[in-house]
C-alpha cells in the first residue's frame, strides 16, 4: 500500500497551506478533503486581515499580527508559484461605531478627512462625526466615531485557488470527495486515516476539517459550527477601504463587487441563506452607504467557521503521537493560514517553536469527549 510521511484532513486554507510547509520540508503529503479542496469555510470568508486584533481574544494578538505582517511575502510567493492573482488590497479600513470601541493605533477622522476617504457614506454619518482631530473619551461625548486602521483585505475565493493550484505545482497528492471518518491507530501512534470509501496510510495525521474537526473518531474535539450569511452586489457606489459599522462591513473587491456580511448564528451544519437574513444585511449597508441602493445583488451565500468554546484555534499534538490537530479558528482562519503552516510545521519536525502553542493546545480543555456515530454529531450541534 502507498504511504505518505503526512495526511492533512481538510482541503482548505489552513490544511493546503500546512501541506504545502510540510512538502518544503521535503515530506510526501497527502491532503484528504471531504467535497471541493477551499469549498467551506475559505471560500465564504469575507477576507479582512485584522491584525489589529480587533475583536479577537488577547492571546491571539501576537499570532494575528505577526501573520499579517508577512501576509504580502506569501500571497507573493503563492502568485508566483500558481501563476494566478490574488486580489491583496492595501487602503485599509474605515471603522464607524457609536460606542467608540476601536484597536489600539486607529487613527481617529476628522469629519472633512472622512469625507474625502469615503465620499460614499452616508451624509448623516458624515455630519455627526467632529469637526476636528478627537479621542474616544473626549468630553462632550459624540454619537458616531470614526476611524482609520491599516489593514489589509483580499478575495479568499482566489487565494484558495492560488493555494490549491501550488500545492499541485509542489506535488501534494490531493484526494476530494471523500470523508475521513477516523483516525487509524496503533500502539497509540497515529497510521493513517480511514475514509468512507478507503484508508490511506501516513505516520504524521494532521486534522485541518475546519467545522468537522470534531466528527472525526477516535478523538472528539470541542469544534462547532457558526454559520455567516453573506452577500455581494454589483454596479453600486465604488468603495476604496473596507468600510466596518457596529451591524455590518462593506468590502470592495478589485473587480467591482461589494461583500456584505456577515451573520453569526450557532444553527449546527445548516447552511441555507435566508431572505430576510439578506434584507437586513443590504438594509444596515444602505444605513452607511445609501449608494448601494444602486446596486443589484449579484450572490449570496452563507458558511461555516470552525469555533471552539474560548474562540481560539486548537494547534497541537493531541493523546495519540503523531495525530495532530490545527483547526477551531473562527473568523480568523484566513488571517492565520500563514502563521498556522509555520508553527504547525516547526512542531511537527521538531524544530524550536517560534511562538507559545500553549494557549491554543489540544489538553486545555479539562474532559476529553469521546467520539460518538458521526452523523449524530452532527445533529448535536
Not at 503563492?78 to 457609536?98: A, F, P, Y
Request: charged share 25%.
Amino acid at each position: 500500500m502507498k504511504s505518505w510521511d503526512a495526511i492533512v484532513i481538510g482541503g482548505g486554507i489552513i490544511g493546503l497551506s500546512l501541506a504545502i510547509s510540510l512538502r518544503k520540508e521535503g515530506l510526501r503529503v497527502l491532503v484528504v478533503e471531504r467535497g471541493e479542496p477551499g469549498r467551506e469555510a475559505s471560500w465564504a470568508a469575507a477576507g479582512m486581515l485584522v491584525g489589529s486584533g480587533f475583536e479577537m481574544p488577547s492571546p491571539l494578538h501576537a499570532l494575528a499580527k505577526e501573520s499579517a505582517r508577512v501576509y504580502p511575502e506569501f500571497v507573493h510567493e503563492l502568485e508566483d508559484e500558481s501563476q494566478m492573482k490574488v486580489d491583496l488590497r492595501d487602503h485599509g479600513t474605515i471603522l464607524i461605531s457609536r460606542k467608540g470601541k476601536f484597536p489600539e493605533g486607529a487613527e481617529p477622522l476628522t469629519r472633512e478627512l472622512l469625507k474625502s476617504l469615503e465620499p460614499e457614506l452616508s451624509s448623516e454619518t458624515v455630519e455627526r462625526q467632529s469637526p476636528a482631530p478627537i479621542r474616544v473619551e473626549a468630553s462632550p461625548p459624540v454619537d458616531i466615531v470614526a476611524a482609520y486602521v491599516h489593514e489589509r483585505c483580499l478575495d479568499p475565493r482566489a487565494l484558495v485557488a492560488a493555494v490549491a493550484k501550488a500545492a499541485h505545482h509542489r506535488g501534494v497528492d490531493i484526494s476530494s470527495g471523500t470523508e475521513v471518518k477516523a483516525v487509524l491507530t496503533s500502539g497509540g501512534h497515529a497510521t493513517g486515516v480511514q475514509t468512507d470509501k478507503t484508508s490511506y496510510a501516513g505516520n504524521i495525521v494532521i486534522n485541518c476539517a475546519g467545522a468537522w474537526a470534531g466528527c472525526i473518531a477516535p478523538q472528539k474535539f470541542p469544534v462547532r459550527p457558526i454559520k455567516g450569511q453573506m452577500l455581494a452586489v454589483v454596479g453600486g457606489p465604488k468603495l476604496k477601504h473596507v468600510v466596518r459599522g457596529e451591524d455590518v462591513y462593506l468590502l470592495p473587491r478589485s473587480d467591482g463587487r461589494t461583500i456584505i456580511g456577515s451573520t453569526l448564528e450557532d444553527v449546527g451544519y445548516n447552511k441555507q441563506v435566508e431572505l430576510n437574513t439578506i434584507q437586513h444585511l443590504f438594509q444596515a449597508a444602505l444605513e452607511l452607504v445609501p449608494a448601494i441602493a444602486k446596486s443589484r445583488k449579484h450572490e449570496d451565500w452563507a458558511g461555516l467557521r470552525p469555533s471552539t468554546p474560548d474562540e481560539l484555534p486548537i494547534l497541537g499534538e493531541t493523546a495519540t503521537r503523531g495525530y495532530f490537530i490545527a483547526s477551531g479558528h473562527y473568523r480568523d482562519g484566513i488571517l492565520l493560514a500563514p502563521i498556522t503552516a509555520q508553527l504547525m510545521s516547526e512542531l511537527i519536525l521538531h524544530k524550536p517553536c517560534s511562538h507559545d502553542l500553549t494557549p491554543y493546545s489540544p489538553t486545555r480543555f479539562p474532559e476529553p469527549i469521546h467520539h460518538g456515530d458521526t452523523e449524530s454529531q452532527r445533529k448535536a450541534f
